[in-house]
């Protein structure tokens, strides 16, 4: 069950500071990556709904009268608390993110083990095979997981680092591609 606790928030917000001067711009600054894959876990990739295209669409077409767009900000392909983990080892395992339309694909993936290489190749398989991958030549990151998938990239998978890195060169690609639209 979806969470209307932003889509409140965002507009209360917009009625108390709306009126107080004439602004230039108003952004909705937004994200809503889980902080690890959906149950069930494993084998994906599992679908995350995209809460923060939801607030924004209804945010912008909420209060027609204000005399700027609410335009759509993203911080990234990460869970905003992901930062607060501090230094030090983590779960034996990292997280595929990809940004569509109205989901997130989100999978775990093996950092370690015997086989976790051929583990993530296949998630990468997956992933490039959903009819909503945009293609290797649209992002670096979407350059990446297509290289992964088809094992024509660097001998190695990466780690977490490394897909959280190629998650975020997706996901603001397309964003700025959509807004752009």
């Not at 969470?3 to 108003?26: F, M, N, V």
């Not at 084998?43 to 909420?62: N, Q």
């Not at 992002?139 to 024509?152: F, P």
Request: hydrophobic residues 40%; glycine residues 12%.
């Amino acid at each position: 069950m979806r969470d209307h606790r932003a889509d409140k928030c965002a507009l209360r917000a917009l009625e108390l500071l709306g009126p107080l001067t004439r602004w230039r711009s108003i952004v909705l600054l937004a994200g809503s990556f889980p902080p690890t894959a959906p149950e069930p876990a494993g084998w994906g990739p599992i679908e995350a709904h995209r809460h923060d295209w939801d607030v924004w669409h209804m945010a912008r077409h909420a209060r027609p009268e204000l005399p700027v767009d609410v335009t759509y900000g993203d911080y990234g392909a990460h869970h905003a608390f992901a930062a607060d983990g501090g230094a030090g080892g983590g779960p034996p395992w990292g997280v595929l993110r990809y940004t569509t339309d109205r989901t997130f694909l989100l999978a775990e993936a093996p950092t370690i083990g015997e086989g976790h290489a051929e583990e993530v190749r296949e998630i990468a398989r997956r992933m490039v095979a959903e009819p909503d991958f945009r293609g290797a030549g649209f992002s670096e990151g979407d350059r990446w997981l297509h290289a992964c998938a088809t094992g024509t990239g660097t001998p190695g998978v990466g780690n977490a680092e490394w897909w959280i890195r190629a998650g975020h060169s997706r996901h603001l690609a397309y964003a700025a591609w959509r807004l752009s639209a």
